[in-house]
């Protein structure tokens, strides 16, 4: 026998009984797509994670080993575990009987992972720049200071908290960017051929973004900035401005996030597998950031339908709040040093 048909037999050979391993190809993924062409991006999906926006300060790299993720995971979870333990207050009393209390953990929905994008484990959503924090400007973080006062006045309603008034959800849930809260961390997108809405959970906010077209003029504002997309190949290339002026501090127990009603957000929704959409988000506000910054957050498949978030705290609540303000003010109470300075910077 020849020498090549040998080599040709054996190689045979060895593949058939198992000798050698052939490694698979990579099976490209099929972007499923509408009867008109584009991608498909409907269903119901989750941007739930125990990744923040910035990274923290004791982490100084954003992809994180499983060992070090398994230990932030755990730590977190302990959290949860002793979060309903009840605790005594400054006088060391505990709780009484009939006392209501805050949320408990059975409230709670921000997931128990972190974040994985293209395999890697991440400390913050926050990729550029290299330090995973938003690059504000010195001017913009005295203004920072001037609205956490403003959250601490009890003037009148509209001067309170947006979420607290059910007008939108609380953060920068609805976006964009669409951000992560405590709980109601999901969405809905609905596609036609010129439009595509995306259904916030929190507050049941139904974000319309139109496919072409041209932003109204910049003295008119929206909830959720005016939003108009295009396609860039597979990806979804979203640009959102005209910001109402009441959006420019979004604040929640995970996230802080200031601008001005000049901010213009840039979104790109590139569906990567059957069960993830990668959500990336550019915000460009000179006036606030030194720089531009750039962000990155898995979207997860998740079971629907999406119930309805009947917000009522703005229809009940607030009047308890200021009343209980008013009666405050009337006993005659000081507030703490901390909460007359930032009421001062508030103006």
């Known amino acids: 026998m020849a020498t090549g048909s040998r080599a040709v037999l054996m190689a045979f050979l060895a593949v058939t009984l198992g000798l050698v391993s052939i490694p698979p190809q990579a099976v490209e993924y099929a972007v499923p797509r509408m009867s008109y062409g584009v991608p498909d991006l409907q269903g119901v999906w989750t941007n739930a994670t125990i990744t923040t926006l910035e990274r923290p300060q004791d982490i100084a790299k954003l992809v994180l080993t499983e060992a070090e993720a398994t230990v932030i995971e755990q730590n977190r979870q302990a959290f949860y575990d002793a979060y309903d333990e009840p605790t005594a207050n400054a006088d060391g009393e505990l709780p009484v009987a009939n006392d209501p209390g805050g949320y408990n953990t059975f409230w709670m ?90 259904l916030v959970e929190m507050n049941h906010d139904a ?6 077209g041209r932003h109204p003029p910049a003295d008119v504002y929206k909830w959720l900035g005016d939003s108009i997309g295009h396609w860039e190949d597979d990806t979804l290339v979203v640009e959102t401005s005209n910001f109402h002026p009441d959006q420019s501090f979004r604040a929640a127990l995970k996230h802080v996030v200031m601008s001005t009603p000049d901010l213009v957000v840039t979104e790109r ?49 607030l009047p308890g709040i200021l009343a209980g303000a008013r009666a405050e003010e009337k006993a005659g109470k000081e507030p703490p040093w901390w909460q007359k300075l930032l009421l001062s910077l508030a103006g």
């Not at 690059?135 to 913009?140: D, E, H, K």
């Not at 990336?280 to 957050?297: L, Q």
Request: with cysteine; net charge negative.
């Open 269 to 317: 929704f590139t569906r990567i597998s059957a069960d993830e959409i990668l959500y990336d988000f550019t915000m460009d506000d000179p006036a606030v950031y030194a720089k531009s910054w750039r962000g990155e957050i898995p979207l997860r498949a998740t079971e629907g339908p999406i119930y309805e978030y009947a917000c009522h705290e703005g229809n009940y609540a």
């Open 109 to 198: 929905d921000e997931g128990t992972r972190l974040a994985r994008v293209n395999g890697e484990i991440r400390s913050s959503f926050i990729v550029e720049p290299e330090d995973g924090q938003i690059p504000y400007r010195l001017l913009a973080r005295f203004r920072m200071f001037q609205h956490f006062g403003r959250f601490l006045s009890y003037d009148g309603p509209e001067i309170r908290p947006l979420g607290e008034r059910c007008v939108v959800g609380f953060g920068s849930t609805g976006g964009p960017p669409m951000l992560p809260v405590l709980y109601n961390n999901n969405y809905q997108i609905v596609q036609s051929p010129g439009n595509v809405m995306i």
């Open 207 to 212: 974000r319309i973004i139109r496919i072409g």
